[in-house]
């Protein structure tokens, strides 16, 4: 019983190692490359406002799929979309799908945040998804958020990726 234990603790060390790495290789890239950078169609948005909360708070990282086919999206899901109006010109926005229309064969979305008294965004194309949400890192914020420190940055990835390396 005790080696069955054993060696089901010695692969789970292995699996988080493995994810590990590849969670510093992603923050890696990310950081090069800059923040909307896709990875095997993967993307992790750092949420900067509270207007998600209590679902999504600040600080957390949302790891999303890009999205290919927009009629797969449904009432509910969040999404990340860049915006192109207002205040959300330019902006990657994280918000809630609450409904979806279909004009032409393309799909039109209307978001808005989860928090109480969240005003409606405006109309949301298909054409400005950028991703739909999988599932939220928590403490995965804070790493990022020292990220942008360099000294921190060298500390954290590189020096210890070129070690494993």
């Avoid at 900067?48 to 509910?76: C, F, H, Q, R």
């Amino acid at each position: 019983m005790m080696k069955v234990l054993k060696k089901i603790f010695s692969i789970a060390k292995k699996v988080l190692f493995v994810l590990l790495i590849f969670m510093m290789l992603f923050l890696l890239v990310m950081k090069i490359k800059g923040e909307n950078t896709s990875i095997f169609g993967f993307n992790m948005y750092y949420i900067a406002s509270d207007s998600m909360e209590p679902s999504l708070k600040v600080g957390d990282i949302v790891l999303s799929k890009n999205v290919k086919d927009y009629s797969e999206l449904k009432t509910g899901d969040v999404i990340t979309y860049q915006g192109k109006v207002g205040s959300y010109a330019g902006k990657l926005i994280t918000h809630k799908i609450i409904d979806i229309e279909e004009k032409n064969g393309r799909y039109i979305f209307t978001t808005q945040g989860t928090k109480a008294g969240a005003s409606v965004d405006p109309k949301v194309d298909e054409s400005q998804v950028v991703a739909v949400k999988i599932c939220k890192i928590p403490l995965l914020g804070s790493l990022v958020k020292l990220m942008n420190n360099t000294y921190v940055f060298l500390l954290v990835i590189i020096v210890p990726l070129a070690v494993v390396l």
